[in-house]
């Protein structure tokens, strides 16, 4: 079973950047897809982005333009970087990794990261 530890989170001014990194415990050549997720309080976790092996990148539309997804998979680590936040985007962010595009998440869930869009 994979483990998945997120980091870079944090409190951010609106308008502000973030990268988020996920280090999985072993390799992710062979997963498909890799996608990063939040969850808000009070709301249900959703997929913010996702990529291919390929490289094929997909986005929610209350991100596109803003996020860019990407992996390295010769050091097991998916990226989300995050500019112009707003404070909607506020949630704990987690990543995971699977065979379908829509919705990557053949693993256990990591601790997640805390991102904070606040002035």
């Known amino acids: 079973q994979v483990q998945l530890v997120e980091s870079g989170g944090g409190l951010v001014q609106p308008g502000g950047s973030l990268r988020l990194s996920c280090a999985a415990s072993a390799s992710i050549s062979s997963t498909y897809a890799m996608g990063w997720y939040r969850q808000a309080p009070g709301k249900q976790r959703e997929l913010v982005a996702a990529v291919t092996s390929g490289g094929r990148a997909k986005y929610a539309e209350s991100v596109k333009g803003r996020f860019t997804i990407s992996r390295d998979d010769a050091r097991n680590t998916v990226y989300l970087q995050m500019n112009s936040l707003k404070p909607e985007d506020t949630a704990v962010y987690f990543c995971?990794?699977?065979?379908?595009?829509?919705?990557?998440?053949?693993?256990?869930w990591g601790p997640g990261t805390q991102v904070t869009v606040s002035s």
């Open positions: 995971n990794g699977g065979n379908h595009f829509d919705s990557p998440a053949s693993w256990y």
